[in-house]
């Protein structure tokens, strides 16, 4: 009997690399065994140097010989209900972005069609390098989900991003991947995501460097609670999340436009997208040439969908971002007062490490009575924390 949002009857396919952190991997067996799931454990050729066998069977995984020949690579990927790598090496993550069948563990990550689970564990330089960000950006495109990874002390004796999330976190994280049921169960909930693009001809038009990756991982929490989540989205190159509706459009006209085809029912309004603020005035049919020194454009103000959002009768519990250069709270605090909302989370765009594009984010939160810093984490984790804080503040009747 499998329990709605427990391990309970669960099947995990554990992938275990060859990363110092694979000396948890007992312990998150242990884990997942005591709460009721079945562990088949697959060790790349490396992990035996960090992990022994015996000591996974010693808890309770029934390990799978990676020489196995014939057709135990389909088996496992059926029998799984999710594949499950801790720890996932930079190298692994390579290899799964570049779709690589090389031994048992890659194989069946392709012929699975349960839900693939990682927990990266790496140095800090090497979870920041740009080939390993590419490789994170490419497979949350493809629906893969991430575990982490944490910051704090590591083996190497260096402190930042790239510890391996710890067991507790990991169990966590499944139940409410396989939750049915969450705290806002079947709550409507909408998330405005990524740019706008405004167009000046056909070939350009004005636009901004956000990335969508804060308001897909919003989304992505949301559904985890068992919302009703619509993401409309700009344009990105991140693939929707599970559970989630999405609504793709251009311009902030367009975004406006699906907002409000989404009105009614609505409980909750996360506006995480940077709308442009004005759009020239005219679009022209066909491409400008290049002619005089200097061009000048006339702009018009785009809606604002935010403020007018906030001021629906019924109204959503409704919160907003504040990209911000400089004076990061007394900016957002206006912002909440000015458009009415319930809750602000502020982020400096301008700083390196967080922000437009960045895996990372530094956020402040700001609602009429107090105002809370973070320090940076993964986008993923801020997500979380902020439904969390949203879950706190939302009205008792809003909830499920």
Request: charged share 20%; with cysteine.
């Amino acid at each position: 009997m499998r329990d709605r949002g427990s391990p309970q009857g669960r099947r995990v396919v554990l992938g275990i690399t060859g990363g110092i952190a694979a000396y948890k991997a007992p312990e998150l067996v242990r884990q997942l065994r005591a709460a009721g799931a079945e562990v088949r454990a697959v060790l790349s050729r490396s992990a035996t140097r960090f992990v022994a066998p015996g000591a996974l069977a010693a808890v309770g995984a029934e390990l799978i010989d990676d020489e196995d020949t014939g057709m135990l690579h389909i088996d496992l990927a059926r029998w799984a209900d999710v594949v499950l790598i801790a720890p996932a090496t930079a190298h692994l993550l390579a290899r799964l972005a570049i779709g690589a069948a090389d031994d048992l563990l890659t194989t069946l990550c392709l012929a699975t069609e349960a839900p693939l689970c990682v927990a990266p564990a790496m140095n800090r330089v090497m979870w920041e390098h740009p080939a390993t960000r590419a490789n994170h950006a490419q497979l949350l495109g493809r629906g893969v989900l991430f575990v982490g990874p944490g910051q704090g002390p590591q083996a190497c004796g260096e402190n930042g991003p790239g510890r391996m999330s710890e067991p507790a976190e990991i169990v966590a994280f499944l139940e409410r991947l396989w939750s049915e049921t969450g705290v806002l169960r079947n709550i409507p909930a909408l998330v405005t995501a990524g740019p706008t693009y405004e167009a000046l001809d056909p070939a350009r038009g004005f636009t901004n460097r956000s990335s969508g990756k804060m308001g897909y991982a919003i989304a992505a929490a949301l559904a985890e609670q068992g919302a009703q989540v619509v993401l409309v989205s700009g344009p990105t190159a991140l693939a929707a999340p599970p559970r989630v509706h999405r609504v793709l459009v251009t311009s902030a006209v367009e975004m406006r436009e699906a907002v409000l085809a989404h009105r009614d029912g609505l409980r909750l309004f996360v506006g995480a997208a940077a709308v442009a603020d004005y759009r020239p005035e005219t679009i022209s049919p066909q491409k400008l040439k290049k002619q005089a020194d200097s061009l000048t454009i006339t702009f018009v103000r785009n809606p604002d969908i935010l403020a007018e959002v906030a001021q629906w009768q019924p109204r959503p519990f409704t919160v907003g971002f504040a990209a911000e250069t400089e004076e990061l709270e007394s900016h957002a605090r206006t912002k909440l007062e000015k458009k009415g909302l319930d809750l602000v989370i502020a982020n400096p765009v301008g700083e390196p490490g967080a922000g437009f594009g960045e895996d990372q984010n530094r956020v402040t939160l700001i609602d009429r009575d107090r105002t809370v810093a973070w320090t940076a984490a993964p986008k993923t984790e801020i997500a979380r924390r902020i439904v969390t804080e949203i879950i706190k503040r939302l009205p008792r009747n809003t909830h499920a």
